[in-house]
């Protein structure tokens, strides 16, 4: 089996077994190399009980490089491009080989409790998050209501 | 006019947000641009490439008389060059190529040993087992390969071309280093420039994969295996002779790389 194939299988398997809490994900049907995964929002977090839904897509080159991972759900969050693109170091520049699906999914659920507003994807989003806390969380609610419809 | 209806703070809300929907994916265009950059040298040249003489490198400073006099003086000392693919892999890759063609002739068991113990070393510093083990159990073939009979140069070049393996044996030798540098961070740190720490460093330029190595990463390994490394510098400078820095610095070199700014390939000595 080719490496990347075999890696895909054990991370899933780990992720079956010693699942994090409050993170999910499993291959597509037809395809090993495009998961579908579920965050929920973390407590104590204007993300709370929101279910939120990505799609991560491996290359052959996995794990030397990171997969691209996308919000399929609606995100007002400064670190999250309008197309659901993540601005996270560890998927870009500071990708290391020996992070796993558990480990991406269990920064991205940090990264919605500890927002990075000096490096915006979303300006409005981490503009808000700075000056106008109580806009930024109504803006984050209604996402998360959103989510129970997506 | 609908405008006139909301209240100011609102609708330069409205205008930032809906500004935000077009901001592009920077991202993306910059991953995207580096992908087409990567792809082209990945077209043309093997991740390892052929033994090739060492005079090849004459045609290619034609006219230029300091790294012509460097040439030749490297023509005096090695035969040989190995060219690797400048993809900020390059020195680990020629570290690990070059190292398992050395244990033809030196003693193999002793360094599978070093090999089959490093990955402990690295779980006691806390590296993930579960991914630890999938890098090591793949480097481990690799270096196994050399005690078969069968294998010869060929099969190491066909190894190292084959993405599967060569890479994970590029990732093996960075975790390898990285355990190094943490192993002994008190040392370490005084050589690290800004404000990072010795795990920060390792995290950002060590571990991932096509990050390019300096002094310290050479220092690293060559010193976790206990295997030495002579590597010769050929540059701009005032030299008529391609210099030499061996790591660690007293042991006597088992493998040979040649430096030309931004990349390494792999020396043969005469």
């Known amino acids: 089996m080719e490496s990347q194939n075999r890696r895909l299988m054990r991370d899933f398997k780990r992720l079956q077994e010693d699942p994090p809490t409050g993170v999910s994900g499993a291959p597509t049907d037809n395809n090993i190399m495009i998961w579908n995964a579920v965050i929920f929002g973390p407590h104590d977090t204007p993300f709370e009980d929101g279910t939120f839904k ?44 020996t992070y796993d699906v558990s480990a991406i999914l269990t920064s991205i659920q940090s990264l919605l409790s500890d927002p990075n507003p000096n490096s915006p994807a979303n300006s409005m989003a981490a503009q808000l998050y700075k000056e106008n806390r109580r806009e930024y969380e109504k803006r984050v609610k209604a996402c998360v209501e959103q989510s129970f419809i997506d | ?94 570290f690990g190529f070059a190292l398992l063609e050395s244990l033809y002739h030196l003693e193999f068991n002793s360094f599978r040993l070093i090999a089959e113990k490093s990955k402990d070393k ?35 070049v066909e190894v190292f071309n084959n993405k599967d393996y060569s890479d994970y044996v590029v990732v093996y030798l960075r975790l390898i280093a990285s355990g190094q540098l943490q192993q002994d961070a008190d040392f370490y740190q005084n050589f690290i420039e800004g404000n990072r720490t010795v795990f920060e460093f390792c995290r950002q330029e060590v571990e991932p994969m096509f990050k390019e190595s300096d002094h310290i990463h050479i220092i690293a390994l060559s010193t976790a295996l206990d295997v030495g490394v002579r590597v010769r510098y050929m540059d701009r400078g005032d030299s008529t002779e391609a210099i030499a820095h061996d790591f660690p610095e007293d042991k006597p070199p088992q493998i040979h790389l040649l430096y030309r700014p931004g990349h390494y390939d792999i020396l043969y000595p005469l």
């Not at chain 2, 090591?136 to 690799?142: G, I, N, P």
């Open chain 2, 122 to 156: 690295l779980l006691e510093l806390g590296f993930q087992k579960f991914t630890l083990e999938d890098f090591h159990d793949q480097f481990m073939e690799v270096v196994n390969l050399i005690s078969k009979p069968e294998t010869n140069e060929d099969t190491l």
């Open chain 1, 54 to 97: 990505l799609t991560v897509e491996f290359t052959e080159e996995y794990p030397n490089k990171p997969p691209t991972v996308r919000f399929a759900s609606k995100m007002f969050h400064p670190n999250v491009y309008a197309d659901g693109g993540i601005c996270l170091d560890i998927l870009q520049n500071r990708w290391s080989p």
């Open chain 2, 1 to 94: 006019m609908a405008d006139d209806n909301i209240e100011p703070d609102q609708a330069s809300f409205d205008k930032g947000y809906s500004e935000d929907a077009n901001q592009v994916n920077q991202d993306d265009l910059i991953l995207q641009q580096s992908k087409n950059i990567e792809k082209e040298i990945s077209d043309s040249i093997m991740l390892v490439g052929d033994k090739e003489d060492i005079m090849v490198l004459e045609q290619q400073y034609i006219g230029d008389e300091v790294y012509k006099g460097k040439v030749k003086d490297l023509a005096r000392k090695y035969s040989n060059l190995r060219r690797t693919r400048p993809d900020g892999n390059c020195f680990f890759r020629s």
